[in-house]
């Protein structure tokens, strides 16, 4: 399995930015996709964006399209999510996750690995 460690949550205003940060060790992730989800208080996790390592192919859900862009850094096996123009329905756990030989990218139950999560908070 990956481990997986995130990093770079906190609180924010409406309309500013964060970047997260997922450092990934034990395996080469040739063969992963590396991606985010989130879980608001009270509410399902939910899928954010995810970068398919081979090829660097990037989704992301309709909510956060055009604010947030996932990233990697190869030399520090390490996958961003940059979010800008933050609103106060972003406020959640955020979870870096990997799936091994990624199909259905967006499904949470594919996902082999999972860090511990980071809080994000937007304030109105």
């Known amino acids: 399995q990956v481990q997986l460690v995130e990093s770079g949550g906190g609180l924010v205003q409406a309309g500013g930015s964060l970047r997260l940060s997922c450092l990934a060790s034990?395996?080469?992730?040739?063969?992963?996709?590396v991606g985010w989800f989130r879980q608001a208080a009270g509410k399902e996790r939910e899928f954010v964006a995810t970068?398919?390592?081979?090829?660097?192919?990037?989704y992301y859900a309709d909510s956060v399209k055009g604010r947030f862009t996932i990233s990697r850094d190869n030399a520090k096996n390490t996958v961003y999510l940059q979010m800008n123009s933050l609103k106060p329905e972003d406020t959640a756990v955020y979870y870096c996750?990997?799936?091994?030989?990624?199909?259905?990218?967006?499904?949470?139950?594919?996902?082999?690995?999972w860090g511990q999560g980071t809080q994000v908070t937007v304030s109105s």
């Open positions: 034990g395996r080469t992730l040739s063969n992963y996709a």
């Open positions: 970068l398919v390592w081979r090829g660097g192919y990037t």
């Open positions: 996750a990997a799936e091994r030989l990624p199909n259905t990218v967006r499904a949470a139950n594919e996902y082999d690995s």
